[in-house]
């Protein structure tokens, strides 16, 4: 199983990335991807997932005007967009594959890859 996160970088305030997760090794339709991120010292935020069976998606409050989750299911493959990007959005963001929406909101999954580091600069 492989879940990997790339696309992350150096970026100035107000500025836009966008996340790519590329899935293997496992059934990707019947899971839920999501994103989620950790910045030093602080907690693990859950962002957004997505159902790829009926594309339902979530967002936690503090990004649901700015990203948007997005899926390639020819390509295994969830996007995150990011826009309007603001410091306080620099982590490690990673993704995540679980069961269902309401286990990723509470955090809880079956896999999840490395992350990839977003740096936003003011």
């Known amino acids: 199983v492989q879940l990997q996160a790339s696309g992350g970088g150096l970026v100035q305030a107000g500025g836009s990335l966008r996340l790519s997760c590329d899935a293997s090794?496992?059934?990707?339709?019947?899971?839920?991807i999501g994103w989620f991120r950790q910045a030093p010292g602080k907690e693990r935020e859950g962002l957004s997932c997505i159902n790829i069976n009926d594309g339902t998606t979530d967002y936690a409050d503090s990004v649901r005007d700015r990203f948007t989750i997005f899926s390639d299911n020819t390509k295994n493959t969830v996007y995150l967009q990011m826009n309007g990007l603001k410091p306080e959005d620099t982590a490690v963001y990673f993704c995540a594959a679980g069961y269902s929406l309401a286990a990723m909101r509470l955090g809880v999954y079956v896999y999840r890859g490395q992350g990839t580091l977003v740096t936003v600069s003011s």
């Open positions: 090794g496992f059934s990707f339709d019947d899971y839920v």
